[in-house]
């Protein structure tokens, strides 16, 4: 999968609203120090949390499985846009046979199927990719075709979400008990914050060994 940050919200927007309660505006430091510590204080440890609201992060989410979308998409606290199956489908049209399961073809299908460690899994998908494909090339039209779709295919979403959401997403995601791909969706969502922002998420993110 390829996580691309598009664009975040400066931390003195955050800041400025909570100082907006004090009106305490000449204390701040343009999201420096003191303001960074305000979020920390307000946000966080007071739990002041609708202030992270005003902190926005747009992501372009690539290469996740529909099962992982599936999943993904019950965060109702965030915005998609997601590449429609209907409308792209047509991508399969012009591939040749995707079988016998070998190394060629496992190499051509990794453009379009998120693969497991399971080898058996795996060739299950392949057969399914290719069940689609034949649907596709004597003319089925996509709207029909796209309910024979293995949950493994892939698909691609602009997502945005605030960052009181967001720490409630890392939370439920990097746990152990979440899906193994959502658990790496989460990991790397947070690696592509910003620096100065991870403060306001390192405590939601699950430590390798919990
Ligand atoms: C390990 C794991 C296993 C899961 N297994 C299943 C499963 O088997 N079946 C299944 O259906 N789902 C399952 N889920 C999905 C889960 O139930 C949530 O839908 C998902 O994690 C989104 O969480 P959320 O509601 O907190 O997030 P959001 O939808 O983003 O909501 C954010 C927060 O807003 C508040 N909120 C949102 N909507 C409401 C509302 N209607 N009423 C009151 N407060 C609201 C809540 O405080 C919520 O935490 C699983 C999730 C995890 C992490």
């Not at 996580?3 to 004090?22: E, F, G, P, V």
């Not at 024979?148 to 009181?164: C, D, G, H, Q, V």
């Given at each position: 999968?390829e ?22 505006f000449?204390k701040?430091?343009?999201?420096g ?12 440890k ?6 992270l ?9 690539q290469g996740?499985s529909?099962?992982c ?6 965060h ?5 846009s ?6 792209t489908l ?9 079988l016998?399961?070998?190394e060629d ?10 693969f497991t ?16 494909r034949?649907l ?11 309910f024979?779709m293995p949950?493994s ?13 967001l720490?409630?997403f ?11 791909e ?9 690696e592509?914050l910003?620096?100065e ?13 919990e």
């Amino acid at each position: 999968m390829e996580i691309t940050l598009l664009n975040y919200t400066d931390l003195k927007i955050c800041s400025h609203a909570i100082r907006t309660c004090w009106q305490s505006f000449e204390k701040g430091d343009n999201g420096g120090e003191k303001d960074i510590e305000l979020i920390d204080r307000v946000g966080n440890k007071f739990k002041h949390a609708s202030t992270l609201e005003h902190l926005n992060y747009n992501f372009y989410i690539q290469g996740i499985s529909r099962a992982c979308l599936q999943e993904l998409a019950r965060h109702r606290m965030a915005s998609l846009s997601v590449k429609s199956s209907r409308y792209t489908l047509k991508e399969l049209k012009e591939e040749e046979s995707f079988l016998p399961f070998c190394e060629d073809n496992l190499n051509r299908a990794k453009k379009f199927l998120v693969f497991t460690e399971n080898q058996a899994v795996n060739e299950a998908s392949l057969m399914a990719l290719e069940n689609l494909r034949k649907l596709l090339i004597v003319n089925i039209s996509n709207d029909l075709a796209k309910f024979a779709m293995p949950e493994s295919y892939k698909t691609e979403l602009t997502w945005s979400i605030n960052a009181r959401s967001l720490q409630n997403f890392l939370a439920l995601r990097s746990s152990k008990s979440a899906l193994w791909e959502i658990r790496i969706l989460a990991k790397n969502i947070y690696e592509k914050l910003p620096q100065e922002h991870q403060f306001i998420f390192e405590n939601c993110i699950a430590k390798e060994s919990e």
